[in-house]
């Protein structure tokens, strides 16, 4: 088991065309430049504005007979997310601790992409022969749960089945993307924290999740106020982000060719581009929009852009330097090689709170899945999670 633990990631050799598509203006350069600082000034958002969250209900639902055990399971239906039509179903699996009475904390769980899987039970987690049943997810919370912590895992589908949500939490259109879209997940745990645990403040709350989940947490903690008070609750204490946010910067993941270039920690020194490409801007990106907005700009290279990329980014144009008081931890596996990993670290260096980034030797992309990857998330929550 090897792992590097850094404080701050690199970002070097960030560079990208400034020049972007703009209409030809026949005035004087003076008259031009004037115009230009008056658009620029009327454009700009406002400071640290915070989204807003849904209602949702909690009603009790079979659980299935794979993953962890004894789970209590229930149907969540998200309405009010401001920017997401119609209501969204979702299902929620709680495992209490054998020992209730020795509670050490809540964990919320989540997986990558649209989060349609639970953790305990995801395909992309299983593979690794070193976990039991080659199931590192289940390992995960299996661990946690049996360390006296309350388990809570999000899958982002209908559970019943009746509402179409084939790209899970990310299944759009919403004018602010992934943004708007998170609306969902923030619901969600709120909904738990008051509904189940009676808006619980004597024990800490905290969640990991990988890749699109963990984007979930960063937009959570950033746009929705869980990163500190002023949020609806509730706050969380600590956080493990892995192979996430992978929407740190969507205005430089559908750049194309124009995307900037970071230095990253994890492969050590390695180079690697933002650039989502098209098969990642399609599955992950598009979906979330009201048209196929970030695969036009990686066919245009970076000039054909959405005009709310950044401000629909976790690292946005209203939120430059996030600080919060939940303690920050971010896991990389040195085989990926994803845009995933630069477009996280922007978030990661933008942190000015307390926070720490660990390279997990051998982990790929979907970190859970390996066995040094699954242990490290166990060890982390049970050493800051209090």
Excluded at 120 to 137: I, K, V
Excluded at 233 to 253: C, K, L, N, Q, W
Excluded at 296 to 315: C, E, P, R, W
Aim: charged share 15%; hydrophobic share 35%; proline share 6%.
């Amino acid at each position: 088991m090897a792992f590097v633990e850094v404080s701050s990631l690199q970002d070097l050799n960030c560079s990208r065309p400034s020049k972007r598509r703009t209409p030809t203006v026949a005035f004087y350069p003076a008259i031009t430049c004037l115009l230009a600082g008056l658009m620029a000034a009327f454009v700009a958002p406002a400071h640290a504005a915070q989204n807003s969250i849904g209602k949702a209900t909690l009603t009790l639902d079979s659980c299935s007979s794979t993953g962890l055990a004894n789970g209590t399971c229930y149907r969540a239906v998200v309405s009010d997310c401001p920017e997401a039509t119609g209501d969204f179903a979702a299902a929620v699996k709680i495992n209490e601790p054998a020992n209730l009475s020795q509670l050490r904390g809540t964990v919320f769980f989540t997986t990558g992409g649209g989060g349609n899987a639970l953790y305990d039970y995801d395909s992309e987690f299983e593979g690794d022969t070193r976990c039991a049943g080659s199931n590192c997810g289940l390992l995960v919370v299996q661990e946690i749960n049996a360390d006296n912590y309350r388990t809570v895992q999000i899958d982002f589908s209908d559970p019943d089945q009746l509402i179409n949500e084939p790209d899970g939490w990310l299944t759009g259109p919403a004018t602010d993307g992934p943004r708007a879209l998170a609306c969902r997940y923030a619901t969600v745990v709120h909904a738990v924290w008051t509904t189940l645990l009676n808006s619980d403040t004597a024990h800490p709350v905290c969640a990991t999740g990988n890749s699109g989940g963990g984007a979930l947490i960063a937009y959570a903690m950033t746009q929705y106020g869980m990163g500190n008070t002023s949020g609806p609750g509730p706050m969380f204490t600590m956080v493990e982000a892995t192979s996430a946010p992978p929407y740190g910067r969507i205005d430089h993941g559908c750049a194309g060719t124009a995307a900037p270039t970071l230095s990253v920690s994890c492969p050590s020194g390695v180079k690697i581009s933002e650039d989502y490409g098209i098969q990642t801007a399609q599955d992950f990106v598009d979906p979330a929009f009201p048209s196929a907005v970030c695969s036009a700009d990686i066919n245009s290279n970076g000039k054909d852009v959405y005009a709310s990329f950044q401000h629909d980014s976790v690292v946005s144009d209203d939120f430059p330097r996030p600080s919060y008081k939940t303690v920050v931890r971010v896991l990389f596996g040195s085989e990926d090689l994803s845009a995933a990993v630069p477009l996280s670290s922007e978030w990661f260096s933008a942190i000015k709170s307390t926070k720490t980034s660990v390279c997990v030797a051998g982990a790929p992309h979907a970190l859970p899945e390996d066995y040094d990857g699954a242990t490290m998330i166990v060890s982390d929550v049970m050493s800051h999670c209090k």
